[in-house]
């Protein structure tokens, strides 16, 4: 198997180090390959039986500006382009820096497969710094010190992880072939599904688009924005045909949630000018049971004269009637001209990014305790719940379980308020978080019989 690697991240935190260390002597043949510009390192890289070819970053710094200049930003994101994996390199022990978020939200938004490895790691001063790590949203970091050599065992086992996953399609080639992400365009009738559909897909698509006959299920089409795959399911072509009827249509439920549990994100669109109807709401409330990610595309924007404070008045509705998925994304676009679409399917990334995240155990049990002596669970007959421990085993939606002394004492409002304060926390905005109380002793704590 052959594949190339990126090393991305800001300056100073360990690139060249790293290449180095992966490419060993060999980095005599760096340079000479043909089309390598001078400020792009290339090497054969070698980690136990791994053989990959590695780039690296670092001479695109320029200036040592607190931000991503232009052409850094530029670079980096051809390099990517260019790569199937990308190693994202932070500096354990400076923390995380507002100059890893920017490059953090570049390497996210490619979709690449990405390692977050925590570089400088030795020591207690790395520990801290590779648990700030995971705020940046792009998985478990990978503790490194490239200096001493140390974590490249971790670091081989997530690269083998990296690229059995991106291989499990049938192309040996597939690492720089992202899966699509699934999305669905959900709404009332009338609110401008087809419309979007189409202005996404282009009028060529609309001719050559799904024939009957198809069975329903697998008709969903593949677009590209963002660098991204997506397939798009395409309920509103279903109803082409029978488009006379399209004015009388109800809502039907049951496509709706058909769509909703093909989609990993769901667009819900809404009618600028009648925004959150009960059907509205009805269907927000299904996309959320069904745990999958949602944006709220206020379509027809075309229509609504001050936009701008339109958008924040809507923003602030959609808090109040969906408080379950609080900081959930909200665009205005207009399908009919093509508006706003850009900023559409950047919100599908990121929501998408939000709802696969990974919060780590050891971060979440730090939360844990700050938020149980901040704000403690009530006494039941006199008795105070202990609330032991807690964990995510998976994400997409991300799933919590928390073990405490006493599940079915816990009252609802205490549970919504752990909610809240873990989307706070591990900046999980809009997503839908379940949470599950269990009882059972903490594993950790070895009093208990
Ligand atoms: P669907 O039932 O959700 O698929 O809705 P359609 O795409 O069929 O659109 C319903 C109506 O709304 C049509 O008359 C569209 O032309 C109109 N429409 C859709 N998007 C927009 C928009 O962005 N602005 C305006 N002004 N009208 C729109």
């Known amino acids: 198997m052959s594949f190339t690697a990126v090393i991305v991240g800001r300056p100073n935190v360990g690139k060249s180090t ?6 060993g002597r060999r980095t005599a043949l760096v340079d000479d390959r043909p089309g390598v510009t001078r400020d792009r390192r290339e090497g054969e890289a070698q980690l136990g039986d791994l053989a990959f070819t590695v780039v690296d970053t670092a001479g695109f710094e320029e200036a040592p500006a607190g931000s991503l200049s232009a052409r850094m930003r530029e670079q980096t994101e051809q390099a990517i382009r260019d790569a199937g994996l990308v190693l994202f390199l932070v500096d354990a022990r400076s923390g995380v820096t507002p100059l890893d978020r920017q490059f953090a939200d570049l390497v996210r938004r490619t979709g690449k497969p990405t390692i977050l490895v925590a570089n400088k790691s030795e020591g207690r ?56 992400i699934k999305v669905a365009v959900v709404g009332r009738p009338n609110a401008g599904k087809s419309t979007l559909i189409n202005q996404l897909l282009g009028e060529e698509r609309l001719l050559t688009g799904p024939e009957p006959g198809i069975t329903r299920d697998s008709i969903s089409v593949p677009y590209r924005s963002h660098e991204h795959a997506f397939e798009l399911y395409d309920t509103a072509g279903l109803r082409r045909r029978s488009r006379i009827e399209d004015k009388l249509e109800k809502l ?41 990610a949602l944006v709220v595309a206020v379509n027809k924007s075309d229509l609504v004269p001050r936009r701008a404070g339109a958008l924040t008045k809507l923003r602030d509705e959609v808090d109040h009637w969906l408080p379950q998925v609080r ?32 919060v780590p155990t050891a971060a979440l049990n730090k939360w844990l305790s700050a938020v ?42 205490y549970r919504r308020y752990l909610v809240n304060a873990l989307r706070d926390a591990f900046d999980l905005p809009g997503t839908p978080i379940r949470l599950t109380l269990r009882e059972k002793e903490n594993p950790f704590d070895r009093k208990k019989p």
């Open 125 to 180: 001063a790395g520990e801290a710094g590779a648990l700030e790590a995971y705020e940046l949203g792009l998985g478990e970091p990978v503790l490194i010190s490239a200096e001493h050599g140390a974590g490249t065992s971790d670091l081989y086992a997530a690269i083998v992880e990296a690229v059995g996953e991106a291989e499990t399609g049938n192309d040996t080639e597939t690492l720089t072939d992202e899966k699509p």
């Open 372 to 413: 149980t002596s901040e704000h403690p669970p009530p006494a039941v007959s006199g008795r105070r719940i202990k609330l032991n421990y807690i964990t995510q085993p998976k994400a997409r939606p991300p799933t919590f379980v928390l073990f405490t002394s006493r599940a079915d004492a816990v009252p609802e409002d």
């Open 252 to 292: 039907s439920v049951a496509e709706t949630l058909r769509a909703i549990r093909f989609a990993e994100v769901v667009v819900l669109l809404v009618d600028a000018e009648r925004p959150f109807e009960e059907q509205d709401l009805r269907i927000a409330d299904l996309v959320v049971r069904e745990g999958r």
């Open 18 to 23: 790293l290449f180095n260390r992966l490419v």
């Open 327 to 358: 900081g959930v994304p909200v665009v205005m676009i207009s399908g009919l001209r093509g508006e706003g679409l850009d900023r559409l399917m950047q919100a599908v990334l990121q929501s998408h990014a939000v709802w696969n995240r990974r």
